[in-house]
């Protein structure tokens, strides 16, 4: 059986990255890594995780919650870094 770790380790995301895509879905953390995993596949995929990253950055912004929303910008960022799109 994969544990958690092994499929972070597959898919290159981290735990930070994980647990932003679990918030955003209202999953457990291992549930989001499975999701990821999938979608981080295909062009879609990653289009589609930097939208949910994207979104909870405008809502951390929109609740004031400035700490939290500079954070995951940061995380999204590195995650476009790692996933580049094809333009």
């Known amino acids: 059986m994969l544990s ?7 898919c290159d995301l981290t735990d930070d990255e994980i ?3 679990a918030e955003h879905e ?8 499975q999701l990821a995993c999938g979608l981080v596949q295909t062009p879609e ?30 995380l999204c960022a590195r995650f476009m870094a790692d996933h580049p799109l094809p333009h």
């Open 4 to 10: 958690i770790r092994d499929c972070l380790d597959y």
């Open 19 to 21: 647990e932003l895509i």
């Open 26 to 33: 209202g999953i457990p953390d291992v549930a989001a890594a």
């Open 45 to 74: 995929g990653v289009l589609l995780l930097t939208n949910y990253m994207r979104e909870l950055i405008e809502r951390a912004t929109q609740r004031g919650e400035f700490e939290k929303a500079e954070r995951a910008k940061g």
